[in-house]
């Protein structure tokens, strides 16, 4: 009689029970917080709303970003991915949005949800193209975007330790970077002297902590937290109805391609760093979820959603690989939306205490990412100077923030995301030069030969005056092809160096150039 198969459980599948979901759920409602208020609090300003109604965008994205997170984790037929992305409102189109909005005041916001829900309607159209890229994600490439997207937010946690706000008088103080080291050291104390479950929840006891060590420092004001309104629900077409500009659209579209591919990015850095499986459908699912997400979010004054990468860190950080967690996360931020006063404590709590706890979140996707670069093969081809190039690329706009800024807006739009800039280049190389070979050099890039480089005596040895290599094979000095095998014959053989080699193929290649 044969026995069924039991699939085995897919690690992001466990399920830790209630009280872990609620606990690192909420840290990463925590972690995330800073992210998902700042774009709807730079786009009211922007577009010169009252305090009331910025309060009101602010709520918006958290109750949509927590129904973007739901659908994401937890999946429906088609839609989410079913990994532990937190979703939220994206940072791509802060500039877009902001360039829509322009000094039409409030009228401007109609603007901005019409051609987010209309560029999100387009990108669910074309995502079965996005969801075949997988193949073109190989360890090489997602390597490079981990990393990437780990070094483009160290800049996050550096201002969130000076303090967030660059016009606050305190900005940059000693205060400040004091709490964010405190908490940076709190955090990395409980990773080592606590037990498992206090290792994991590191990141947010030491974010409890730090608040508390700020409110005995004075550095902390939680008395705005009883004024305004206890539950409220996101009016739907709050701004009015939207419209639909087509100049405001197209530019949205470019945004919605940066989206699309930092979510792949981010879809495929979590499933590398959990170990799990990620498929084209799978991916296109996570891609749908986006889209669909994106697309309904306006309806309550919300914008563009996308997975944040930031929680990636997270994820990295705790071990903690159950989208059951992230979902708790996403359910908590449904109820911040719904209940303005829980949005207000946990916006009491310090930005330089999340600086600090993002030291270790961000540093430590870019060390995800060079783990991974580790399992790539750099021997006689182009990887390292893909890995170099793409890096390169990605550091521009967080080294020199305004390289684009002369650029035509499209161009900056897309190029100004380091994590955009280095997946679009890291994909262009690796095709090029490991997809397209026709035309590579048989002798790869001086940057390969000048890598370390290492040769066994007896592969050396085995050579005869005269051999040379040619053409990927071993000759003799009349022409005659050597045999090279995959692993060396044991020393104990008793053999002719030409009648059976003994040297193993990559050594002869090596010697060969010697």
């Known amino acids: 009689m044969n026995t069924p198969s039991v699939s085995p459980q897919r690690p ?8 872990a979901n609620m606990a690192y759920g909420l840290q990463h409602v925590l972690t995330m917080y800073g992210g998902i208020v ?4 730079i786009v009211g300003q922007a577009a010169g709303l009252a305090p009331a109604d910025i309060g009101l965008l602010i709520a918006a994205s958290l109750f949509a970003g927590g129904l973007a997170t739901l659908l994401q984790t937890l999946g429906l037929p088609f839609f989410g991915c079913q990994l532990p992305l937190v979703q939220g409102v994206s940072f791509a189109g802060v500039a877009t949005m902001v360039a829509i909005v322009g000094s039409g005041g409030s009228g401007g916001i109609p603007a901005i949800l019409g051609a987010v829900m209309a560029a999100s309607l387009i990108g669910l159209l074309i995502t079965p193209v996005f969801s075949r890229i997988t193949q073109f994600f190989p ?5 490079i975007v981990i990393t990437t997207i780990g070094l483009t937010l160290m800049p996050v946690a550096a201002r969130w330790a000076m303090g967030g706000n660059s016009h606050a008088a305190n900005f940059g103080s000693m205060s400040n970077i004091g709490l964010a080291a405190m908490t940076l050291v709190l955090v990395l104390l409980l990773s080592k002297i606590g037990s498992a479950t206090i290792s994991r929840l590191s990141i947010l006891l030491a974010m409890v902590i730090g608040t508390l060590i700020a409110v005995l420092l004075g550095m902390a004001d939680f008395s705005q937290v009883t004024e305004g309104p206890m539950f409220g629900f996101p009016t739907p077409f709050h701004f009015g109805m939207p419209t ?3 100049a405001a659209i197209l530019s949205m579209c470019i945004v919605i ?3 699309l ?3 792949s990015a981010d879809i495929l850095a979590v499933g590398e760093i959990i170990n799990t499986k990620v498929d084209s459908k799978r991916l296109g699912n996570g891609l749908r979820a986006d889209m669909l997400s994106s697309l309904f979010a306006p309806i309550f004054g919300s914008f563009t959603q996308s997975a944040f990468a930031q929680n990636v860190g997270l994820v990295a950080v705790t071990g903690v690989k159950s989208r059951y967690v992230v979902a708790t996360g996403g359910l908590f931020l449904v109820i911040l939306g719904l209940l303005p006063v829980m949005g207000r404590v946990i916006a009491a709590v310090p930005t330089s205490v999340l600086g600090g706890a993002g030291i270790v979140l961000f540093g430590t996707v870019a060390a995800s990412g060079i783990r991974t670069l580790s399992k790539v093969d750099y021997r006689n081809n182009m990887n390292l100077i893909i890995v170099a190039t793409s890096i390169g690329f990605g550091m521009i706009p967080i080294a020199a923030p305004t390289f684009y ?3 035509p807006s499209w161009f900056e739009t897309i190029f100004h995301s380091g994590i955009s800039s280095a997946a679009i280049m890291a994909i262009a190389l690796n095709l090029a030069f490991n997809h397209f070979t026709a035309g590579n050099s048989d002798q790869q890039s001086v940057f390969v030969a000048g890598t370390e480089r290492s040769l066994c005596f007896q592969d050396v040895a085995a050579l005869r005056e005269g051999d ?12 005659n092809e050597i045999p090279l095998l995959a692993e060396p014959l044991h020393a104990s053989q008793d053999h002719h160096p030409h009648d059976s080699k003994a040297a193993s193929a990559s050594g002869s290649t090596q010697a060969s150039s010697a």
């Open 12 to 19: 992001e599948d466990q399920k830790l029970g209630i009280g």
């Open 244 to 246: 639909f500009q087509v």
């Open 261 to 263: 591919v930092e979510t």
């Open 405 to 407: 800024d002369q650029f």
């Open 139 to 143: 360890p090489l490439v997602t390597g």
């Open 38 to 41: 700042a774009v709807p609090l």
């Open 257 to 259: 391609m940066v989206t």
């Open 468 to 479: 040379y290599f040619s053409g990927g094979k071993l000759h003799d000095a009349e022409g």
